[in-house]
């Protein structure tokens, strides 16, 4: 079993920038893809990045390209979203998850195996 615990979320103003942070114990190593989702309200989760398993490899979405970038610590078991230029649009609950099975990008939600529990971004306008 793998725990996934975010943390970095807030309350930032338009234009600011806030970095999530996403820590895993339990069956931990660098033997995981990991991504991060976001759900706004009303809305289906989306994947905002993703990156494979030795973080040579990453993803982004059209909608935050440029402006967000993934990363990953192994030694410290931990992904990172740094975000900047946050837009109104940003706000969300944002989910970090992980893949045993697979080691490169994935980009859709069902072949992720542990998700953390989301922290909030709300970016004012």
């Given amino acids: 079993q793998v725990q996934l ?4 979320g807030g309350l930032v103003q338009a234009g600011g920038s806030l970095r999530l942070s996403c820590a895993a114990s339990g069956r931990t190593g660098s033997s995981y893809a990991m991504g991060w989702f976001r759900q706004a309200p009303g809305k289906e989760r989306e994947v905002v990045a993703a990156i494979g398993r030795s973080g040579g490899s990453t993803y ?4 935050v390209k440029g402006r967000f970038t993934i990363s990953r610590d192994n030694a410290k078991n931990t992904v990172y979203l740094q975000m900047n230029s946050l837009k109104p649009e940003d706000t969300a609950v944002y989910y970090c998850a992980a893949s045993w099975k697979y080691t490169g990008i994935i980009v859709t939600a069902a072949p992720y195996d542990y998700w953390g529990q989301g922290t909030q971004v ?3 306008s």
């Fill in 122 to 124: 709300t970016v004012s």
């Fill in 60 to 63: 982004y979405a059209d909608s």
């Fill in 5 to 8: 615990v975010e943390s970095g």
